[in-house]
């Protein structure tokens, strides 16, 4: 008797790739976010102990050079608010009224001591 392979698929997954890529679905930024490597001679910010490696361009935000350091801190920030507007999107349901689904308390009887 063969044993169960849960990692087995008995049919491959087949992508769309047909489907043409709509980018304005991501926001009006996503497509202009880039960055480019600093080569050639280093430079050191005033005051500080790491140079610019990069350079960070927000389409029309304009363009900002980072340091190692910068990037990493950039990168937690932006973590921090993808999971506070998760969460957030969990509490509220989008109206700006608190949700009732998950929240435990409305399911709760209410003990009152005498």
Not at 36 to 49: I, S
Not at 79 to 90: E, Y
Request: net charge positive; charged share 25%; aromatic share 8%.
């Amino acid at each position: 008797m063969k044993k169960f392979d849960k990692f087995s698929r008995s049919k491959p997954t087949v992508h769309n790739q047909n489907k043409p890529f709509n980018k304005k679905k991501y926001g009006p930024t996503w497509e202009h976010i880039r960055y480019e490597l600093k080569t050639g001679e280093v430079q050191v910010p005033d005051g500080a102990n790491q140079p610019f490696i990069a350079t960070l361009f927000l389409g029309k935000c304009g363009h900002i050079d980072l340091t190692y350091t910068e990037l990493s801190r950039i990168m937690e920030t932006c973590a921090d608010a993808k999971q506070a507007a998760n969460i957030a999107s969990r509490l509220h349901d989008g109206r700006g009224h608190e949700s009732t689904y998950g929240n435990s308390n409305n399911s709760l009887p209410i003990r009152r001591m005498s």
